[in-house]
């Protein structure tokens, strides 16, 4: 139906955060009425292809996801008979699936610059929206080039200098940018170790490179250090260009994850309290454990707010929006957010690239508010089929109920 | 932003005179909490503005057995919730005091302007030419107004036949009072 007024705008998981909701709440439906736990309904129509082209995942570990998150969240002890609990402040417990591409591809590149002094400068023509791209772009080349991660600089975002690199949507920064780091900086490596053979006269598997230092193995004493080899070597700059390779024809690329949700709804007032929420996910290798939790915190929180509190509120007669301030438009605060675990089920998808890993930023949000809203239904027995589930909606479907 | 006169008067009788009797022309001013949102969005545009602060004797809180409990109106939202007299014997008051707006607005807004606080009505504080705005339509009555807590026995009161509602208004949190 078209109306006369401004436009929907999705943010994190444009369609999917939405469809999670539906889907998921279907889902639930679909056992209760084959009078199923949810969790073994899921597993047993467990999908091992990807049913829509019928071709091998590269990896997809959501069974594991299901099995450790459900055994962190105690969900054999926390999920009951809808509504059962006796009192007016009921508790409930649901979960929530969640798929997304997040991947990467190319084309994505990245200019590595080793200065006479050792210092490096790495240039990627993408962007740190809060995901932490400065900080893996770094972390990586310290790893491989066996460097502190202060001797490394890097310069994001201005295109007219670095090399070109993905926008940041679809959760691909860091499966596109990473690999091209790594690539980059092995490129790097290989060079100052050619380099160094062909100085100390030897073969470059004689080579031994450590902590920017390339050595003899046959004599310890004949080193390298990078200032020294840029010195024989008559150059002030070494500059490489690394690139993400391309994906593997043949497979789906998905991340995939579960979450958990437990929840108090105080059927006097409709106020629901999230009290617990485990996040199980398989996103291929975790660059940096805390900035995968700031992902997964931030992204569960806003999935919170979608599921009980964000709304647009919009005039019905004139079409005019009204939440247009952080009064009327309510986002969680700390006094909103429940005690949040984060269990990582991957390791590192090989067949992806050279870092083996999978974007977190949307999928650590889509299925937040689908977990809550199959929990609400799980305290009360009545299924609320919107988001936001405000305090009037829960009231009006119990009095309804008792209608 | 209209220029304003900005007075700072020290006695009642100064500020008093200084308000005149108009709310078009002079706007009296203590926490500011609700003033300086009213004027950024140019919801008021008063000529003066009449500091308080500097008014002796407003902000004390007075108990005894016999007279009960006596607020001075520049007496400061969290300096309520510091008070074990009503902690004791107003634990509602008590209660609302320490859950309104957030800590930095209870320790700015002082209980008279809480009192006087405009309508926190999303319609009033937009752009409708509501009622309360020389308009001649409240756009709750037959709007969105679910968050528009002044309803009884089904029956909706607006906020514009309340010319007295007040209360304390905050994210989360809104407790009214008629008088």
């Known amino acids: 139906m078209h109306i006369n007024a401004g436009k929907n705008r999705p943010f994190r998981a444009p369609g999917h955060v939405q469809g999670c909701f539906a889907l998921e709440s279907i889902l ?51 999920w009951k008979q809808a509504g059962s609990d006796p009192g007016p402040l009921k508790r409930g417990a649901g979960l929530a699936s969640q798929i997304w591409w997040g991947g990467g591809s190319p084309p994505a590149y990245v200019t590595l610059k080793l200065n006479s002094d050792g210092s490096i400068q790495i240039h990627a023509g993408t962007q740190d929206i809060g995901g932490g791209t400065y900080t893996f772009i770094a972390q990586i080349a310290a790893e491989v080039l066996e460097i502190p991660m202060e001797k490394i600089d890097v310069i994001l975002g201005d295109t007219a200098i670095c090399p070109y690199g993905p926008s940041s949507g679809g959760s691909t920064t860091a499966p596109s940018v990473s ?65 993400r390779e391309a994906n593997k024809e043949g497979y789906a690329i998905n991340s995939f994850g579960v979450q958990f949700a437990e929840v108090e709804v105080d059927t006097l007032t409709g106020k629901v309290k999230v ?94 508010a689908g977990a809550i809203a199959n929990a609400v239904y799980n305290a009360l027995g009545v299924r609320i089929k919107s988001l936001p589930i405000t305090p009037d909606k829960i009231l009006t479907a119990l009095y309804s109920q008792h209608q | 932003m209209k220029r304003f006169e900005y007075i700072q008067p020290e006695k009642l009788s100064e500020a008093s005179l200084a308000l005149g009797k108009s709310w078009e022309e002079a706007l009296p001013y203590a926490g500011g909490t609700d003033l300086y949102g009213m004027l950024k969005h140019e919801l008021v545009q008063p000529d003066k503005i009449v500091n308080l602060k500097k008014l002796p004797g407003m902000d004390k ?52 302007g809480n009192l006087c606080q405009r309508p926190r009505c999303w319609y009033f504080r937009s752009e409708f030419q509501c009622l309360r705005k020389s308009g001649d339509i409240c756009y709750a009555v037959d709007g969105e107004n679910k968050y528009h807590c002044i309803i009884w026995r089904r029956a909706l009161f607006h906020c514009s036949s309340l010319r007295y509602c007040s209360g304390f208004t905050g994210p989360g949190c809104t407790i009214n009072r008629r008088k």
């Not at chain 1, 129509?45 to 450790?68: G, M």
């Not at chain 1, 975790?286 to 992204?299: A, D, I, M, P, S």
């Not at chain 1, 438009?329 to 999978?358: C, F, H, Q, R, W």
């Open chain 2, 61 to 112: 809180i007075e108990y005894s057995q016999k007279s009960g409990l006596k607020i001075g109106a520049l007496v400061k939202i969290s300096q309520l919730v510091k008070q074990d007299v009503i902690k004791e014997k107003y634990p509602v008051l008590h209660q609302a005091a320490a859950q309104v707006a957030s800590p930095q607005l209870r320790n700015m807004g002082t209980i008279g």
């Open chain 1, 275 to 368: 009290l617990k929420i485990v996040a199980a996910h398989d996103i291929g290798r975790v660059l940096n454990r805390k900035l995968l939790e700031n992902q997964f915190h931030g992204g569960i929180i806003q999935g919170l707010g979608f599921a009980l509190t964000e709304e647009r509120i919009m005039d019905r007669n004139t079409g005019k929006v009204l939440t247009t301030n952080l009064h009327d438009y309510k986002i969680p605060t700390a006094m909103d957010t429940p005690d949040i675990d984060i269990v990582i089920v991957s390791e590192g998808d090989a067949l992806i690239s050279n870092t083996g890993v999978k974007g977190t930023g949307e999928p650590a949000m889509i299925p937040t």
């Open chain 1, 179 to 243: 690999p091209a780091v790594r690539d980059a900086a092995e490129q790097m490596k290989l060079k100052l170790v050619a380099a160094a053979a062909a100085i100390l006269a030897i073969p470059e598997i004689q080579i031994e490179y450590k902590q920017g230092v390339c050595s003899d193995r046959k004599n310890a004493e004949k080193k390298l250090q990078i200032p020294e080899i840029l010195e024989k070597m008559d150059e002030k700059i070494l500059i490489v260009t690394g690139a």
């Open chain 1, 28 to 78: 639930d439906e679909a056992a209760e009425k084959l009078n199923m736990d949810p969790l073994e309904f899921r597993l047993k129509n467990y999908a091992e292809l990807d049913p829509v082209d019928n071709i091998p995942y590269t990896s997809k570990l959501l069974k594991q996801a299901y099995l450790k998150g459900a055994e962190k969240f105690q969900w054999k002890d926390k």
